[in-house]
């Protein structure tokens, strides 16, 4: 038995829309060859999934708020639920995030565990080129540079987290993974801590193998488009029901949405007025394609305002002084107008004006 582990906690409907198209990417190379892979959702009563080819693995209200720190660190809840499944199941278990999509048969991630083997996503980067380096750099200096026993300095590798696997033979390992988690969010409120605990425990102790020949896993870049299209796939979802069955096809999911060309033309132009700077440039041009549907469809044109602010926040390299005027609809004069973009998007916008203050 192999266990392929998902967890869902909280009241984001979103996620569930992210779930199921991830489930059923497996089931399209499980149903004909189930290559002794069990599906296990980990998750509270009011998240069970009696629609998905998945078992329960129930998890407590308490409990749930344990493996959170208390509510201090939710992701923390990815070492707590892979440790408690292994050892549960005293079987090679894989924690996949909901925001996954398979495009290979998940036989193929068991096969990189074993004794000694572990599996995460893929390969980030060492941690001075990391966006978060001050707080790294902060981190070894007061920690010494030593979590839970491991060295780490400015060219420690971290690896993406959205993949996990452990082989039960290994499953005390997750002891010291947690205990640098504990650690690096005693001295920071960094978001990647059980990143970098499991990049330490697994790259230290095992071989750490990646996977994103495998599996593709989309927590920026394309994900609120995901979104759009499997909310059509799966339209009651969101309001709390489930899929009508096993039998209907899975399309594929595109990564571009349509874009009308006099935007294109609008941006290209832009990107020679501002040095060339190309993420800008693709940030306004989602900007202009959410003005451009904000009436006709208004949850194609949160799409892009997500686009756009998400270029913005982590894209973009440079500091332009005409940004306000180049994003004047969206800048804090413009943005409460705007009654066509979903509050928590619109708020999103405005803490990130109150950033750049």
């Known amino acids: 038995m192999k266990i392929l582990l998902f967890q869902i906690y909280g009241n984001q409907r979103a996620y ?13 190379f499980l149903q004909d060859d189930p290559a002794g892979i069990r599906i296990v959702l980990a998750a509270d009563a009011e998240n069970r999934r009696p629609d998905l080819p998945a078992d329960h693995l129930p998890i407590t ?11 201090s660190y939710t992701h923390a809840i990815q070492a707590h639920a892979l440790h408690h499944a292994v050892r549960h199941f005293d079987a090679p278990t894989i924690l996949i995030d909901s925001d996954t999509v398979f495009h290979a048969h998940p036989k193929h991630l068991f096969d990189r565990i074993g004794p000694g083997k572990t599996l995460m996503h893929a390969r980030e980067g ?14 070894i200096r007061n920690t ?21 696997g452990l082989h039960p033979s290994d499953a005390a390992l997750m002891e ?11 001295q920071s409120s960094v978001f990647t801590a059980v ?3 499991a990049s330490l425990g697994f790259g230290n102790e095992t071989e750490l193998s990646d996977c994103d020949d495998l599996v593709e896993h989309y927590w920026n870049g394309p994900r609120a488009y995901y979104h759009y299209q499997i909310k059509r796939m799966f339209p009651k979802i969101l309001q709390g029901g489930g899929i009508e069955g096993m039998n209907m096809p899975l399309a594929p999911l595109e990564r571009n949405p349509p874009c009308r060309m006099g935007n294109r033309i609008a941006a290209r132009i832009k ?4 040095g060339g700077d190309g993420e800008y440039a693709y940030a306004y041009l989602a900007y202009l394609n959410a003005l451009s549907l ?14 756009a602010l998400d270029m913005l926040s982590w894209g973009v390299s440079r500091q332009h002084q005409e940004i306000t005027t180049d994003f004047s609809h969206f800048s804090p004069a413009g943005l409460d107008a705007q009654d066509w973009m979903q509050p928590t998007l619109r708020r999103r916008w405005h803490d990130y004006w109150a950033a750049r203050t």
């Open 195 to 197: 990143q970098l605990a």
């Open 126 to 139: 060492i941690l001075r080129d990391s966006p978060e380096w001050p707080e790294w750099e902060s981190l």
């Open 144 to 164: 010494g540079g030593v979590l839970a026993g491991w060295p780490v300095d400015r060219n420690t590798v971290m690896h993406n987290a959205g993949v996990l």
């Open 294 to 307: 904000r009436r006709s469809d208004m949850d194609m044109a949160n799409v892009w305002a997500v686009t």
């Open 61 to 71: 209200p308490d409990t749930l708020l344990e493996w959170q720190m208390n509510g």
């Open 176 to 186: 010291r993974v947690k205990a640098a988690m504990q650690e690096i969010r005693a």
């Open 16 to 28: 569930h829309l992210e779930l199921t198209y991830c489930v059923l990417s497996a089931m399209r």
């Open 271 to 274: 990107r020679m007025r501002r």
